[in-house]
């Protein structure tokens, strides 16, 4: 190969990289934003739905899933929430660690048998007033 060729060819493969890495860069960006629920300039997007995932709707999710299990106080599957509250698997999923994050779920067990309840009243973060009130809808 001639030093020209070989040049233009090296310059063409950096140039391609350079691509690749700026549009995985993009993607990784905007998935990241809409785990945090937060916007990126061209909007964070969830890549299977496109609709966006914000704060608001994570709680929002969270005070439903909390209003379903009032009702079972037993608990419930993740995939009988999901289905009785037809929410998709991703904000079930946001919501149900915020709501174990702020001790307001309680997680038992674990992949397929994992049941989700709300906590006891002699919960220990309810007596240290950890638990974060829940909203009256109004």
Do not use: C, W
């Amino acid at each position: 190969m001639t030093n020209d060729l070989r040049a233009a060819l090296r310059e063409e493969a950096i140039k391609a990289a350079d691509n690749l890495y700026d549009a995985a860069m993009r993607m990784f960006a905007a998935q990241f934003a809409a785990v945090l629920g937060t916007s990126t300039a061209q909007g964070a997007e969830s890549p299977k739905s496109g609709t966006r995932v914000s704060q608001e709707g994570i709680e929002e999710a969270l005070a439903r899933i909390i209003e379903l299990l009032e009702k079972h106080p037993s608990g419930l599957r993740s995939e009988e929430i999901r289905s009785k509250l037809s929410m998709e698997k991703k904000l079930f999923q946001y919501a149900a660690n915020l709501g174990k994050t702020s001790d307001q779920l309680v997680q038992e067990g674990e992949r397929r048998s994992t049941t989700y309840s709300l906590p006891t009243k002699t919960s220990p973060a309810q007596a240290e007033g950890r638990v974060v009130k829940r909203r009256k809808r109004t």
